[in-house]
């Protein structure tokens, strides 16, 4: 028998202005364990944050990724067991879907003896997700910049300081279609000046821990005006978490998840955040979270022998 443990940290993409391009990953994880039998088929389980929104069939989306490995290699575990274990909550803004994907691949990736590339995996995730502001910083951890180039990706990883952040997740559904939705097909000369002006600023700010720098460069004009007035109490939320100390909030990724920042007052901000969505007959989910400095661990647990079947024609 042979196992392989997968974890990835939750990612925070966009931070305000770097929409599709920024991300930084979290210290709250996704963890995956593929334990290689014997016996045939295909076992899933889930624990967790929002276990029961998990899959255990073959729509499961850690089974679809670690398939299409399989597929790609013509190589098959006899037997699969699939147990996550999962902190990151289902459709929150925090790559609950990317580390799902990212689990897959690397999990099998390492059952096939790792034909791929780190760099190699990151590219087919991206090529799944659309876009590497989640995945990236989950594969290599810390502040990523990822450009999507016509031959494949240029991915920038920005060294920062260690840093906590302030999530609140209220308990509303906003699907990351309707939210891309939302976002109008052009943006205006002025506000493109505008955000790209702060994308470069948001970097600067976040090497040199500088929160008042901070607080102008998270400023958005290209999806978070369209975005924020989905979400009931969002707008209130993020102006009482400002009140309450915070230098910088934003959406986390599509949301409905708000990313703050600040030196200290972390508990407060969070409470204020939390208070505020409570107004609006909205319940939350509150964490304090360091930068996680490193992405996506894979271990391996060798066992005498692993039985691949090779593919029937």
């Not at 090529?127 to 910083?137: C, F, S, T, Y």
């Not at 943006?187 to 600023?201: C, G, M, P, V, Y």
């Not at 661990?297 to 029937?312: C, F, G, P, R, S």
């Amino acid at each position: 028998m042979m196992q392989v443990t997968v974890t990835i940290p939750a990612t925070s993409a966009n931070l305000g202005p770097g929409f599709d391009c920024l991300g930084l990953a979290l210290s709250l994880y996704h963890t995956a364990i593929f334990t290689i039998t014997d016996t045939p088929g295909l076992i899933i389980t889930a624990t967790g944050e929002d276990a029961h929104k998990i899959p255990t069939n073959e729509s499961n989306l850690v089974w679809q990724c670690a398939k299409i490995l399989f597929d790609r290699f013509n190589e098959y575990p006899t037997g699969l067991h699939i147990q996550q274990d999962n902190k990151i909550p289902v459709g929150s803004g925090l790559g609950s879907s990317s580390t799902a994907v990212l689990a897959g691949l690397f999990g099998a990736n390492a059952i096939l003896g790792n034909p791929l590339t780190r760099a190699e995996v990151l590219q087919i995730a991206t090529d799944l997700e659309g876009h590497p502001d989640n995945v990236a910083p989950a594969v290599y951890g810390g502040l990523i910049l990822g450009v999507k180039e016509a031959d494949g990706l240029l991915i920038e990883q920005i060294d920062i300081p260690q840093m906590k952040a302030v999530v609140v997740l209220p308990d509303f559904n906003l699907p990351t279609t309707e939210a891309r939705a939302a976002i109008p097909p052009t943006l205006s000369l002025k506000d493109a000046i505008f955000n790209t002006s702060r994308i470069a600023l948001l970097i600067r700010a976040l090497e040199t821990a500088n929160y008042d720098l901070l607080g102008v460069a998270m400023q958005d004009r290209f999806h978070q005006p369209h975005r924020i007035p989905l979400i009931t109490g969002m707008a209130d939320a993020m102006s009482a978490a400002k009140e309450a100390g915070a230098a910088a909030v934003a959406l986390s990724g599509a949301g409905p998840s708000l990313i703050a920042f600040a030196p200290n007052n972390h508990k407060q901000i969070s409470q204020a955040a939390a208070d505020a969505f409570k107004q609006h007959g909205l319940n939350s989910r509150r964490w304090i979270l360091p930068v996680a400095m490193q992405g996506t661990a894979v271990t391996v647990t060798e066992a005498d022998h692993l039985k691949l079947d090779a593919a029937k024609s």
